[in-house]
């Protein structure tokens, strides 16, 4: 920096533009408030339909997305440029006063131009002969000292000009259209981000002088950092995509076989990369756009480690997809890097997929910890699973659908797979509990319904469902039973409640068929009684609290929802009888074990009203509000007193002198679990509600529907599938 530019450069112009900034922050912040209490709210409430099911739902979704990201984009700017202003204005005061206090030592500084300057003694005839007047010596150093304390608050004043310009275009850059949602508090926190990403891309451009302790301080780092898109971005850049995929190469090659504290650094540092370059991919900078296209373009390249032993090494793409077990990569990049890694995977047909990306790769890890990577779509899929909006994108052709579900008979990657379709029928990403869910969109309930179809298909359809997939499909039932109970329900379809874009989009015989075989599997049948359990009483309170919601009788009401509780659960114990399971003790415990753990994680969608559970399950209001226990707390709510008394009383328990559900007793002991499931809720929502209908007649009409379900659950399986006889 020039010294006359720090001593008698215009800051008022900066301080116009940071009271600028604060009312652009203030203005934004009330437009923001607006968007999201007026335009968003009363988007999420309406009742859309055709093309403003989608495009106009999104449209407003991004928008007042937009005005929050303006408002915190704004907020960053007016900090950085404030702190930049207010430290400038210090350093001119300290430069000042160094000159004030040299002068009148006689000193004279003089500006030279392009960062330079002088510092010279004003030396007088009397001097020499005045020991107090100083010596040369002595005036030398006078004029050192004054010239390096005004070099050093030149650099200061540099660094915090460079530091500033550098994050403020970082954070300008981030987004080509509309606003980043980066926030900083002040503009140093800014530049420690963009220096503590210097300085880690530097050190994994020599990954191998980093040694096990080098690797944990990186971690601590990375662990600091990596949802900060201005960090996440210049390490990437750093780096490069080839020296990105490189570094990971080389550290899996020299950490291959860890165990113990080793295995768990390298696991951490797995998830810390991936998280960091999935906050890097949100970045639209024109860099960025560079890096994302080039790092695709590396999907074919052989990458080996400096020191191995084999010519082969790992293909790029198996690299990239081992980076995307963890985070939210930016949905247009995970889009263009499916549709090249599915466009390969299905030329290659179901059955060679495996060898396409495994044959040839024996020796090859490059994942801490479950598997080994080879197969990039397990990584794509995770990746998948934590982005629904990507998910859904990914299984919206029918024909890549199902290429996939095919493939599971001849890899690993069912279980991926099946937490990838979960995010995109529910639109909700896994283990993401905060999140409210979306109303589920036309494409969403098509994809559902062309998955029901490929497991109903006869001659092995239903075997997918022991291909990884039965927990996944068993979670995605109990999201859609709100469309599933419609298509059991016909003329009283009304009753259902549901915000689906799409209410009536499931085949009756398909949803049956995909019900019976789900149910084969512990953890899917739990999916789907809990499921069950949770909509019946969830619909019981919302009904039973606003008679409104369905132009007919309160006995018309737990006539319907009795019978089509007992249709769905019909299902699944019919299924049952009808397999005649085997290895009865070991079903049992996997079901009990299965039973628990979804009702732990319910409990968790209920107690914060948020997660799929608060749209798709949760009936609402005509005022909006989700019922039950989302509206009046978990521990009072009838939704929260089902699936306790599900979760502690309708486990299955011993299995007696034959195969589980292979007597009429066992069939139906489950029929009475539903029927007293579904009475109970009854006679919780009429005592929570003050609701003035007799007790034991509302009981006996829902016990005499579940059983009319029941005995129609038989009927839907004879006319949706071969069933054994006898």
Same mark, same amino acid.
């Given at each position: 920096?020039?010294?006359?530019?720090?001593?008698?450069?215009?800051?008022?112009?900066?301080?116009?533009?940071?009271?600028?900034?604060?009312?652009?922050?203030?203005?934004?912040?009330?437009?923001?408030?607006?968007?999201? !209490?007026?335009?968003?709210?009363?988007?999420?409430?309406?009742?859309?339909?055709?093309?403003?099911?989608?495009?106009?739902?999104?449209?407003?979704?991004?928008?007042?997305?937009?005005?929050?990201?303006?408002?915190?984009?704004?907020?960053?700017?007016?900090?950085?440029?404030? !702190?930049?202003?207010?430290?400038?204005?210090?350093?001119?005061?300290?430069?000042?006063?160094?000159?004030?206090?040299?002068?009148?030592?006689?000193?004279?500084?003089?500006?030279?131009?392009?960062?330079?300057?002088?510092?010279?003694?004003?030396?007088?005839?009397?001097?020499?002969?005045?020991? +107090?007047?100083?010596?040369?010596?002595?005036?030398?150093?006078?004029?050192?000292?004054?010239?390096?304390?005004?070099?050093?608050?030149?650099?200061?004043?540099?660094? #915090?000009?460079?530091?500033?310009?550098?994050?403020?275009?970082?954070?300008?850059?981030?987004?080509?259209?509309?606003?980043?949602?980066?926030?900083?508090?002040?503009?140093?926190?800014?530049?420690?981000?963009?220096?503590?990403?210097?300085?880690?891309?530097?050190?994994?451009?020599?990954?191998?002088?980093?040694?096990?302790?080098?690797?944990?301080?990186?971690?601590?780092?990375?662990?600091?950092?990596?949802?900060?898109?201005?960090?996440?971005?210049?390490?990437?850049?750093?780096?490069?995509?080839?020296?990105?995929?490189?570094?990971?190469?080389?550290?899996?090659?020299?950490?291959?076989?860890?165990? +113990?504290?080793?295995?768990?650094?390298?696991?951490?540092?797995?998830?810390?990369?991936?998280?960091?370059?999935?906050?890097?991919?949100? #970045?639209?900078? !024109?860099?960025?756009?560079?890096?994302?296209?080039?790092?695709?373009?590396?999907?074919?390249?052989?990458?080996?480690?400096?020191?191995?032993?084999?010519?082969?090494?790992?293909?790029?793409?198996?690299?990239?997809?081992?980076?995307?077990?963890?985070?939210?990569?930016?949905?247009?990049?995970?889009?263009?890097?499916?549709?090249?890694?599915?466009?390969?995977?299905?030329?290659?047909?179901?059955?060679?997929?495996?060898?396409?990306?495994?044959?040839?790769?024996?020796?090859?890890?490059?994942?801490?910890?479950?598997?080994?990577?080879?197969?990039?779509?397990?990584?794509?899929?995770?990746?998948?699973?934590?982005?629904?909006?990507?998910?859904?994108?990914?299984?919206?052709?029918?024909?890549?659908?199902?290429?996939?579900?095919?493939?599971?008979?001849?890899?690993?990657?069912?279980?991926?797979?099946?937490?990838?379709?979960?995010?995109?029928?529910?639109?909700?990403?896994?283990?993401?509990?905060?999140?409210?869910?979306?109303?589920?969109?036309?494409?969403?309930?098509?994809?559902?319904?062309?998955?029901?179809?490929?497991?109903?298909?006869?001659? +092995?359809?239903?075997?997918?469902?022991?291909?990884?997939?039965?927990?996944?499909?068993?979670?995605?039932?109990?999201?859609?039973?709100?469309?599933?109970?419609?298509? @059991?329900?016909?003329?009283?379809?009304?009753?259902?409640?549901?915000?689906?874009?799409?209410?009536?989009?499931?085949?009756?015989?398909?949803?049956?068929?995909?019900?019976?075989?789900?149910?084969?599997?512990?953890?899917?049948?739990?999916?789907?009684?809990?499921?069950?359990?949770?909509?019946? #009483?969830?619909?019981?309170?919302?009904?039973?609290?606003?008679? +409104?919601?369905?132009?007919?009788?309160?006995?018309?009401?737990?006539?319907?929802?009795?019978?089509?509780?007992?249709?769905?659960?019909?299902?699944?114990?019919?299924?049952?009888?009808?397999?005649?399971?085997?290895?009865?003790?070991?079903?049992?415990?996997?079901?009990?074990?299965?039973?628990?753990?979804?009702?732990?994680?319910?409990?968790?969608?209920?107690?914060?009203?948020?997660?799929?559970?608060?749209?798709?399950? @949760?009936?609402?209001?005509?005022?909006?509000?989700?019922?039950?226990?989302?509206?009046?707390?978990?521990?009072?709510?009838?939704?929260?007193?089902?699936?306790?008394?599900?979760?502690?009383?309708?486990?299955?328990?011993?299995?007696?002198?034959?195969?589980?559900?292979?007597?009429?007793?066992?069939?139906?002991?489950?029929?009475?679990?539903?029927?007293?499931?579904?009475?109970?809720?009854?006679?919780?929502?009429?005592?929570?509600?003050?609701?003035?209908?007799?007790?034991?007649?509302?009981?006996?009409?829902?016990?005499?529907?579940?059983?009319?379900?029941?005995?129609?659950?038989?009927?839907?399986?004879?006319?949706?599938?071969?069933?054994?006889?006898?």
């Amino acid at each position: 920096m020039d010294l006359d530019a720090l001593r008698f450069g215009n800051f008022s112009q900066l301080g116009e533009a940071v009271t600028d900034w604060e009312q652009m922050t203030r203005k934004l912040a009330e437009l923001m408030k607006a968007a999201q !209490d007026d335009l968003k709210a009363k988007a999420d409430k309406a009742r859309w339909a055709g093309v403003n099911a989608t495009v106009s739902r999104e449209f407003v979704d991004r928008t007042a997305a937009e005005f929050t990201d303006a408002h915190t984009q704004a907020g960053s700017i007016t900090k950085i440029l404030s !702190d930049t202003r207010v430290e400038l204005l210090d350093y001119r005061t300290q430069v000042n006063d160094a000159i004030e206090r040299g002068a009148k030592r006689n000193l004279t500084v003089v500006d030279t131009g392009a960062g330079t300057f002088t510092v010279s003694g004003n030396t007088r005839p009397d001097w020499a002969s005045d020991p +107090g007047g100083g010596s040369g010596a002595t005036d030398q150093q006078a004029v050192d000292d004054l010239r390096d304390e005004i070099q050093r608050i030149l650099n200061k004043a540099a660094e #915090s000009d460079n530091s500033a310009a550098k994050v403020l275009n970082l954070l300008v850059d981030q987004a080509k259209y509309g606003f980043s949602d980066a926030s900083y508090a002040d503009r140093d926190s800014a530049a420690r981000a963009v220096a503590a990403a210097e300085k880690l891309a530097k050190a994994a451009k020599d990954p191998a002088s980093m040694t096990l302790d080098d690797v944990a301080a990186f971690n601590r780092t990375m662990s600091k950092y990596h949802g900060d898109p201005l960090f996440a971005e210049q390490f990437a850049r750093e780096l490069g995509p080839k020296g990105t995929l490189q570094f990971w190469t080389e550290m899996t090659y020299a950490h291959a076989g860890a165990r +113990g504290s080793e295995l768990d650094t390298m696991k951490t540092l797995q998830k810390n990369l991936g998280l960091t370059l999935a906050t890097a991919s949100f #970045s639209d900078s !024109d860099a960025m756009r560079d890096w994302k296209r080039d790092l695709i373009a590396e999907r074919n390249t052989n990458f080996r480690a400096g020191g191995a032993f084999s010519p082969i090494g790992a293909l790029g793409s198996q690299v990239i997809s081992s980076l995307m077990r963890e985070g939210h990569y930016d949905t247009e990049f995970l889009d263009d890097y499916r549709e090249k890694l599915f466009k390969a995977d299905k030329a290659a047909g179901d059955a060679g997929t495996d060898d396409l990306w495994t044959k040839g790769y024996d020796a090859l890890d490059v994942v801490f910890g479950d598997g080994n990577g080879r197969d990039p779509l397990e990584g794509l899929f995770d990746g998948l699973s934590h982005n629904p909006e990507a998910a859904t994108h990914a299984f919206t052709s029918k024909s890549d659908l199902d290429h996939m579900l095919g493939t599971t008979s001849y890899t690993q990657r069912g279980e991926p797979l099946g937490r990838a379709l979960e995010a995109a029928v529910t639109g909700v990403a896994i283990g993401d509990h905060s999140s409210a869910a979306p109303p589920h969109s036309s494409a969403q309930v098509q994809i559902m319904a062309n998955v029901m179809r490929a497991v109903a298909q006869p001659g +092995g359809g239903a075997g997918l469902v022991g291909n990884g997939l039965g927990a996944s499909f068993g979670n995605m039932a109990a999201s859609y039973m709100p469309e599933i109970s419609r298509a @059991f329900g016909s003329a009283n379809a009304e009753v259902f409640l549901t915000s689906s874009d799409n209410p009536d989009g499931l085949d009756t015989a398909d949803v049956t068929r995909f019900l019976s075989a789900v149910s084969l599997d512990p953890a899917g049948r739990a999916g789907v009684i809990v499921g069950e359990s949770i909509y019946t #009483s969830g619909l019981l309170e919302a009904h039973l609290s606003d008679p +409104g919601l369905f132009d007919g009788t309160r006995d018309q009401v737990l006539r319907n929802i009795g019978k089509n509780a007992g249709t769905i659960e019909g299902i699944v114990g019919h299924s049952l009888a009808d397999a005649a399971v085997g290895s009865a003790v070991d079903n049992e415990n996997t079901y009990n074990e299965a039973l628990q753990k979804k009702g732990d994680f319910v409990k968790t969608w209920i107690s914060t009203g948020l997660g799929y559970g608060s749209v798709s399950l @949760f009936p609402e209001s005509r005022t909006g509000s989700a019922v039950g226990a989302a509206f009046g707390g978990f521990a009072g709510g009838v939704i929260g007193l089902a699936v306790d008394r599900l979760t502690d009383g309708q486990q299955l328990e011993g299995a007696k002198d034959q195969a589980l559900y292979a007597s009429a007793k066992d069939l139906y002991d489950m029929r009475d679990s539903v029927n007293q499931q579904t009475q109970w809720s009854t006679a919780d929502a009429l005592e929570r509600h003050h609701v003035d209908l007799p007790k034991q007649g509302a009981g006996d009409t829902v016990r005499l529907a579940v059983n009319e379900g029941w005995n129609d659950a038989s009927r839907f399986l004879s006319d949706a599938k071969e069933r054994p006889s006898g």
